[in-house]
């Protein structure tokens, strides 16, 4: 019958859920019986939006593209009792896609609007660093510490860089494997 039908909704109010699908109305029936769903969600730090695939039953996973566009206005009459001008806004899509997936940018975006979870990573970061011998401790042992206290990647990498903990490789040990490290200087930091 060459008919479409297209539904839009509101993510739902959860931040800390990074999976699209979660977040739409509290129900996964809305997104599991479509064939797509796609995701509009905001990218302030380069002041756009991000058009990601959410779920896509009819393509190939290499055709998972990212799509940023941003809002613009521009002159479209004027007002024949004031002369005033008539502006209206209009989508300016961005050339080329973006590497990154709906997660990812839902994470992103989660963390802009909730601070208290970076704060939250560096805490634990900072706990983890100074329990350890020489303020050390393996990258891996940290990344699965995050893991288990549901700390995303993204955000624990930030906490790395805002504590200006460094990575340093260890070359005397099998397989050179890297650590963190924090600054001796760290300000909350005790020595062991």
């Given amino acids: 019958m060459r008919i479409a039908i297209i539904t839009i909704m509101h993510f739902n109010k959860k931040v800390d859920i990074t999976n699209a699908l979660l977040r739409v109305s509290n129900s996964m029936a809305f997104v599991g019986l479509p064939r797509h769903a796609y995701s509009v969600i905001n990218d302030a730090e380069n002041h756009r939006k991000l058009f990601v695939r959410a779920k896509n039953n009819d393509a190939a996973e290499a055709d998972n593209k990212t799509l940023a566009f941003y809002f613009d206005t521009k002159e479209v009459g004027r007002d024949p009792d004031t002369d005033a001008e008539i502006r209206a806004p209009f ?4 050339a080329g896609y973006v590497d990154v997936t709906a997660t990812e940018a839902m994470q992103a975006a989660n963390e802009s609007k909730s601070p208290s979870e970076r704060n939250r990573a560096k805490e634990l970061l900072r706990d983890f660093l100074v329990a350890s011998p020489d303020r050390r401790a393996p990258q891996t042992e940290i990344e699965d510490y995050a893991k288990a206290e549901k700390i995303s990647d993204r955000t624990l990498r930030r906490a790395k860089a805002d504590l200006k903990i460094r990575a340093e490789k260890d070359r005397t ?15 909350e930091g005790t020595s062991k």
């Fill in 91 to 94: 989508i300016v899509w961005q």
């Fill in 173 to 187: 040990a099998a397989g050179n494997p890297w650590y963190w490290v924090l600054p001796e200087d760290d300000p």
